[in-house]
């Protein structure tokens, strides 16, 4: 408990946890004012049915989530907390305060466990914040632009909402594992930040290729197109590390289909099951956890 | 006339001690080996460093010293040897056996964006459990108190330095290892350092180890001292007995007289060199490798002889004893007998029997 005390003691004093918590709010707030522009009062961009003659919008629960988890878990949140968790752990080794603790006889496992779990409670309440300010947002431009809102606590509400914080949660949870890994294995904060960053990016980019190709091939054998455009899969790149995480999100209530990544995939490829999604996604995270462990085991202190 | 050469090691000392570390020894190593790829920084280490003394751990850069203590704080695993923490046996897994120890390795690290008092907070989480009022205990011993609430990053690198020291000190280890401890700071820290440093020894009987390239400084400080070159120890022991037998006197004489003086003065000193310098403006003087305080018998043999000092320096310091054992810079009679001998300036006593 002493090791977990101080690493939120660390994580409350430093700069760089205000600042990351900061520019995620910040850019919600940008995301969700750029859609009200564009909503002009007909859309349905905020998630919502559409109701009535006129084809008037309204917002409701649990349909608004698919925006707010892509924010706040999938795309910007996901970033954010691979970013944090790689500057948060590497840093012992770039101000050199891993050898005054291992000097002092503290185990490695203990210490790096105590550090990940610091890492963990700093995202959940960020995770939570960012999630409920995304719902505030929702409201605000929502009643900006004229258009109603539903309660989000009517009917199962509520569990729909814990369900989609939760989830929303593991998923940040294990992106950070892997920024946190990374930032281990390479000894250094910036060189965790940017590799666990360019993996994030780097398989969007790879699922998106092969989600194309995917649907080429499918094309190509003379899919049944004729009752409109058909789901594939789900394939193997979707239980890839990051791309997994969006899969958890897709069964997330009120979100449609893998959407919530952002990326193509939704549009061709059937989500995978989160009796599939969601132990997969936790292996990850125990599997990072564990390779950090092993790794600092291992490694000599200089 | 015999020119100024190093004066090798006794060849005993290059080969490995076989005797079992005792429970008198704080630490004890034996045969430790550590590489780096190819690279070969400790060859068998042999050092012993008795409980409740301080012990200066001396060598150029580059020699293995700070090696050798990120060995002793589980921080590097050895390639082959064995080290020994007050008498049992210490491995890269007993961890538990560094609680009785603390440390400051090279550089003090911190927090830069926690305050002194918050840096010992959280380092005070790990290893032992450590009482919170030992913070400003510790902070009190190194002259912190007042700065204790800034953030690091406006510290100096000496206010640095006795944060770093008041680090090691927190969990109230029996065994301090400190590698250039006084590394930025001014006079004043210095001293206090030196206090500090002393009572712990002194009033509370626990064990130093300090590397540090002020050589002048471990001799104030040091009971017992360990030489290392080329990550192997090349010569330990009580400081006072190192100085004794390394001791010498400078004696000027008439240029005429130096072949009449070199009779008496060899008399002294049969198997240790004389050396002699006979020309240029240093011409004259003789270094004696004799004990300083048998000044004032040489001064009375070379009078009986009919020849009248010009000049007596009795002394030795560590620093020219260094210089001989590691042939560094400066290495005493580098050059020809025409070379002037060092000037020996009479150092501090040393400090009390080992």
């Given at each position: 408990?002493?090791?977990?005390?101080?690493?939120?003691?660390?994580?409350?004093?430093?700069?760089?946890?205000?600042?990351l918590l900061v520019v995620a709010l910040v850019l919600t707030g940008v995301i969700y004012l750029l859609i009200g522009r564009a909503i002009g009062g007909v859309s349905c961009a905020l998630g919502g049915v559409l109701r009535g003659d006129q084809g008037t919008c309204i917002v409701e629960f649990p349909a608004a989530y698919g925006l707010i988890d892509q924010f706040a878990f999938s795309t910007l949140g996901g970033l954010l907390a691979i970013v944090f968790a790689a500057a948060f752990?590497?840093?012992?080794?770039?101000?050199?305060?891993?050898?005054?603790?291992?000097?002092?006889?503290e185990s490695r496992a203990r210490y790096l466990l105590g550090k990940a779990a610091g890492v963990a409670i700093v995202l959940a309440i960020g995770a939570a914040l960012i999630f409920f300010f995304a719902l505030l947002m929702t409201y605000i431009t929502a009643f900006a632009n004229g258009v109603p809102v539903a309660s989000p606590l009517r009917g199962n509400g509520l569990t729909d909402m814990l369900a989609n914080l939760l989830l929303g949660y593991l998923v940040v949870l294990e992106r950070a594992a892997?920024?946190?890994?990374?930032?281990?294995?390479?000894?250094?904060?910036?060189?965790?930040?940017?590799?666990?960053?360019?993996?994030?990016?780097?398989?969007?980019?790879?699922?998106?290729?092969?989600?194309?190709?995917?649907f080429g091939r499918m094309f190509g054998r003379g899919g049944d197109f004729g009752s409109g455009l058909q789901l594939i899969g789900p394939e193997w790149f979707q239980y890839l590390p990051m791309t997994v995480g969006n899969q958890v999100l897709s069964s997330a209530p009120g979100v449609s289909g893998n959407l919530a990544s952002g990326g193509i995939e939704g549009l061709f490829l059937k989500p995978v099951p989160l009796e599939q999604a969601l132990p997969a996604l936790l292996i990850y995270l125990f599997v990072a956890v564990i390779a950090s462990v092993v790794a600092l085991n291992r490694q000599e202190v200089i | 006339m015999d020119t100024l050469t190093p004066t090798p090691a006794p060849a005993?000392?290059?080969?490995?001690?076989?005797?079992?570390?005792?429970?008198?020894?704080?630490?004890?190593?034996?045969?430790?080996m550590k590489r780096y790829g190819r690279q070969v920084a400790l060859t068998g280490l042999d050092m012993s460093?008795?409980?409740?003394?301080?012990?200066?751990?001396?060598?150029?850069?580059?020699?293995?010293?700070?090696?050798?203590?990120?060995?002793?704080?589980?921080?590097?695993?050895?390639?082959?040897?064995?080290?020994?923490?007050?008498?049992?046996?210490?491995?890269?897994?007993?961890?538990?056996?560094?609680?009785?120890?603390?440390?400051?390795?090279?550089?003090?690290s911190f927090y830069p964006y926690l305050s002194g008092a918050e840096n010992l907070d959280v380092l005070s989480a790990s290893g032992p459990p450590t009482d919170k009022r030992r913070i400003d205990q510790v902070l009190e011993y190194v002259g912190m108190s007042g700065r204790a609430k800034s953030p690091i990053q406006t510290y100096s690198l000496g206010m640095k330095q006795r944060l770093g020291i008041a680090a090691a000190m927190l969990s109230d280890p029996d065994l301090l290892l400190l590698d250039e401890p006084a590394n930025g700071l001014d006079p004043g820290g210095?001293?206090?350092?030196?206090?500090?440093?002393?009572?712990?020894?002194?009033?509370?009987?626990?064990?130093?180890?300090?590397?540090?390239?002020?050589?002048?400084?471990?001799?104030?400080?040091?009971?017992?001292?360990?030489?290392?070159?080329?990550?192997?120890?090349?010569?330990e022991g009580p400081l006072h007995e190192l100085l004794e037998a390394a001791g010498r006197v400078r004696v000027?004489?008439?240029?005429?007289?130096?072949?009449?003086?070199?009779?008496?003065?060899?008399?002294?000193?049969?198997?240790?060199?004389?050396?002699?310098?006979?020309?240029?403006?240093?011409?004259?003087?003789?270094?004696?490798?004799?004990?300083?305080?048998?000044?004032?018998?040489?001064?009375r043999a070379l009078a009986g002889a009919g020849i009248y000092a010009a000049g007596l320096e009795p002394g030795s310091d560590l620093e020219s004893i260094f210089l001989e054992l590691t042939g560094r810079t400066g290495v005493v009679g580098a050059t020809a007998a025409a070379a002037p001998a060092p000037s020996v300036e009479p150092g501090p006593p040393p400090m009390g029997p080992a």
């Open positions: 408990m002493r090791l977990i005390r101080a690493e939120l003691l660390k994580a409350r004093r430093r700069t760089m946890t205000w600042v752990v590497g840093a012992d080794w770039n101000w050199g305060v891993l050898r005054n603790v291992i000097a002092r006889g892997l920024g946190f890994a990374v930032a281990v294995l390479l000894r250094s904060q910036l060189a965790g930040a940017v590799v666990g960053i360019v993996l994030y990016l780097g398989e969007g980019i790879v699922t998106t290729f092969l989600t194309l190709t995917a | 005993d000392h290059f080969l490995p001690r076989t005797d079992a570390p005792s429970a008198d020894l704080a630490v004890a190593t034996r045969g430790l460093v008795p409980t409740g003394k301080v012990y200066g751990f001396l060598g150029p850069n580059g020699s293995g010293k700070t090696t050798a203590l990120r060995l002793l704080t589980g921080l590097l695993r050895p390639n082959a040897g064995t080290i020994s923490l007050f008498g049992t046996p210490y491995t890269w897994h007993d961890r538990t056996r560094l609680f009785r120890v603390g440390s400051l390795i090279e550089t003090p210095m001293v206090a350092m030196r206090e500090t440093l002393r009572y712990f020894t002194g009033e509370l009987g626990k064990t130093v180890v300090i590397s540090s390239h002020l050589l002048h400084e471990v001799e104030m400080l040091a009971d017992v001292v360990g030489i290392i070159d080329h990550g192997r120890l090349i010569r000027r004489v008439a240029p005429e007289d130096m072949t009449k003086a070199a009779g008496v003065l060899r008399e002294f000193a049969p198997d240790r060199p004389l050396y002699g310098v006979d020309s240029g403006d240093q011409a004259g003087w003789f270094t004696v490798g004799v004990a300083p305080a048998r000044a004032a018998e040489i001064n």
